[in-house]
């Protein structure tokens, strides 16, 4: 029997910076096709985990494999492409060569034109490198990034300070390449963007792994659902008295709890003898539940 190797595989990985732990034993796999969001809050490692997969930076301890060999060697053999957010762009060329040098180093390189059409440059196709705006430096990363048919495409915060049209551009050539077994990695902490492209959510903290699953499974981890509903005579420290509650605000009649067990705190909800109006319980949003799940890691952490 053959298996495959996967196309990205972390075993126990730390990196470390004096007494910061960017990145703190994490342990992944990826397979071909996948979608997945590296999603954590300013600091959480996302960019450290990009830099220790693309061999960029070597591991303190644990190893990074791609495809089965060393990023390096996955590198060389065409395999990966990356956009990454400090990516410095050739100053002195115009985009249209640097598009046409991307082509020319990869073995399976799409035409320029091609590549200059789908990340809406072809307008700005003689204008030097270093005199373009935040955005069209960005368009042009997206093109680089795009430049060939990589198995493995590596994407640290890639629609930074792209327009929505160019932004909604980028995940549709992004779902296409995964729609035909490429596997997309992105570091996010747009929470909206986790949620919306990725079918892997992978939640990073203080450089560990906190959470790992489709944004739903992501959601339903945070265990907590929010209830809310009017009451004409609102008397706080009762409500806070209820079980399973973890927040609790009262804005006028309007009460919005989250509570980690909706149904029991319903029920005591009744049992006080109130009459609560336009009763919801809902889900909580990936943002709340990316809250959630750092705060209980927070707390465990004292
Ligand atoms: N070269 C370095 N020297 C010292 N500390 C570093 C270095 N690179 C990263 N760090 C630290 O490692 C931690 C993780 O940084 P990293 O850049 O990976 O975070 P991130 O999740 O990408 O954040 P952001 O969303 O702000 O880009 C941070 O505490 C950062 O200060």
């Avoid at 298996?3 to 703190?24: E, I, L, M, N, W």
């Avoid at 996955?74 to 046409?100: C, F, N, P, Y």
């Avoid at 963007?193 to 560990?208: C, I, K, P, S």
């Amino acid at each position: 029997m053959t298996t495959t190797a996967p196309v990205v595989a972390f075993d126990q990985v730390s990196k470390g910076y004096g007494s910061v732990r960017a990145v703190d034993g994490l342990t992944l796999t990826l397979r071909p096709g996948q979608t997945v969001a590296l999603l954590g809050p300013n600091g959480a490692g996302k960019s450290a985990t990009l830099d220790l997969l693309l061999g960029l930076k070597k591991p303190d301890s644990g190893t990074v494999r791609l495809f089965g060999t060393s990023p390096r060697d996955a590198i060389v053999a065409g395999r990966v492409g990356a956009m990454l957010q400090s990516g410095g762009l050739m100053d002195e060329v115009t985009v249209a060569e640097l598009v046409r040098l991307a082509c020319d180093l990869h073995p399976k390189p799409y035409r320029p034109s091609e590549v200059l059409s789908r990340a809406g440059i072809e307008q700005i196709a003689d204008r030097k490198v270093d005199k373009l705006s935040g955005g069209q430096a960005q368009r042009v990363r997206f093109a680089l990034a795009t430049a060939d048919d990589s198995e493995l495409i590596v994407l640290d915060e890639p629609t930074t300070g792209m327009d929505v049209t160019t932004g909604q551009a980028f995940w549709a050539t992004m779902r296409e390449r995964a729609g035909r077994g490429r596997t997309v990695l992105f570091a996010t902490h747009y929470l909206e963007e986790a949620d919306a492209v990725a079918d892997r959510v992978l939640v990073l903290h203080r450089g560990r792994l906190l959470a790992d699953g489709t944004a739903a499974e992501i959601k339903a981890k945070a265990g907590a659902r929010r209830i809310s509903f009017d009451l004409a005579d609102t008397d706080e420290a009762a409500l806070r008295g209820l079980p399973f509650v973890t927040s609790l605000t009262v804005s006028g009649r309007t009460v919005r709890i989250q509570s980690t067990d909706a149904d029991a705190t319903v029920h005591a909800l009744y049992g006080l003898g109130l009459y609560p109006r336009d009763l919801e319980v809902a889900g909580l949003g990936l943002e709340q539940a990316f809250v959630a799940i750092t705060t209980a890691e927070e707390a465990k952490a004292k």
